[in-house]
């Protein structure tokens, strides 16, 4: 059917990135990391160079397209030349090894509007890729009030395979909350996750997933994504069995929202920036090897006492 567009109907299994502190790397580290290279030298040598020409649908090389190789870490597009070739080595932009994806091409040319996805060919023979018009998703992102959210950031990904891909440019809502996600191949699935300071996405965690099909050249929209105003917190204590106050305890709050921050010294802690209403918690010693039970507790408390136990 022309224009169909399927909303929510895949189940993924996702785990929520988290922000954390990076020390400096020590000897034994670089060490590892280098162990790490050689064992997946092999793995990366097996993908070959994407190689091919881009052309529009009256056969003309396309100048100027911007080619990405996905699944991959690759930061910057590369772009054709007046005879549309592009060759992309990628073996170094690490793909995921464990899902063992098929590697495949995202075109876009933002200016003439046009865009397609291919497969890259196993052997390493160039492939010949048609670009058609591009598709456009407009939607909203709302706070609980169903009133827009100026600045929210959008993270937009491409689903093919096994790995979702991140679309790269930085999109964001206007002051009505609305956004636009432009030029992107028709015939594949995208998922759009909306993110906004001071809120969290509780309620609604995974967006929107939808899959696009025989939509060239069309503006399709898709629907709100809310997020939820995040001014509650949780505050207490994390203990040992004897009852002294643990320093240094990683404390952990999910369900409402996540946050996770660290004691005092003494054994003090307080998590901000969470959804109101029912939160779970736990608490991990500094040397991970106490951890308490996972408490059911309400945000807006501040009496919360975590009990860590080392476990036999």
Wanted: glycine share 8%.
């Amino acid at each position: 059917m022309a224009g169909q567009i399927a909303l929510g109907t895949m189940s993924w299994e996702l785990t929520r990135r988290r922000r954390v502190s990076l020390p400096v790397p020590s000897v034994a580290a670089v060490l590892v990391g280098c162990v790490l290279l050689v064992a997946l030298g092999p793995w990366a040598a097996k993908f070959p160079p994407a190689r091919g020409t881009l052309v529009d649908e009256a056969g003309k090389p396309v100048e100027g397209a911007e080619v990405s190789v996905a699944p991959t870490h690759q930061l910057t597009p590369s772009k054709t030349g007046p005879d549309g070739e592009f060759d992309i080595d990628y073996s170094n932009s690490f793909l995921v090894p464990q899902a063992q994806p098929t590697p495949y091409v995202v075109v876009r040319h933002f200016e003439r509007n046009i865009a397609a996805v291919a497969t890259i060919n196993s052997s390493g023979k160039p492939i010949k890729v048609r670009l058609t018009k591009a598709v456009t998703l407009v939607g909203r992102v709302t706070g609980p009030d169903g009133k827009g959210l100026t600045a929210a950031r959008l993270r937009v990904y491409i689903w093919r395979d096994v790995t979702p891909w991140d679309v790269p440019e930085q999109i964001l809502t206007d002051a009505d909350g609305r956004y636009k996600v432009k030029t992107i191949p028709d015939g594949c699935w995208y998922w759009i996750r909306a993110f906004a300071e001071g809120y969290d996405n509780a309620t609604d965690p995974d967006g929107v997933k939808i899959q696009v099909s025989n939509s060239a050249g069309k503006r399709l929209s898709v629907r709100d994504i809310r997020l939820d105003l995040a001014d509650a917190w949780v505050s207490g204590v994390v203990i040992d069995q004897n009852g002294k106050p643990v320093a240094d305890a990683y404390v952990e709050a999910c369900d409402s929202g996540n946050g996770r921050t660290r004691t005092d010294k003494e054994g003090k802690f307080r998590i901000e920036g969470l959804v109101k209403g029912r939160i779970n918690l736990y608490a991990v010693s500094p040397d991970g090897m106490a951890r308490s039970d996972t408490l059911e507790s309400s945000t807006g408390k501040d009496d919360i006492t975590l009990v860590v136990k080392r476990r036999q």
